[in-house]
């Protein structure tokens, strides 16, 4: 029976992060578009930043 090493997170750039940080972006683009067609106002102006 071999024994596996339990690893620690990673920092940086691995291709697990660059998953979820392509992942998040998708969704917040998403949600962007989203938040434009039913309201029918920019997000910046939806989140009354401008």
Do not use: C, H, Y
């Not at 596996?4 to 683009?29: C, H």
């Amino acid at each position: 029976m071999v024994k596996q090493s339990v690893q620690s997170t990673i920092w940086g750039f691995t291709p697990d992060a660059e998953s979820l940080n392509g992942r998040l972006a998708m969704l917040g683009f998403t949600l962007s578009i989203v938040i434009e067609l039913f309201t029918e106002q920019g997000v910046l102006r939806f989140l009354r930043l401008i």
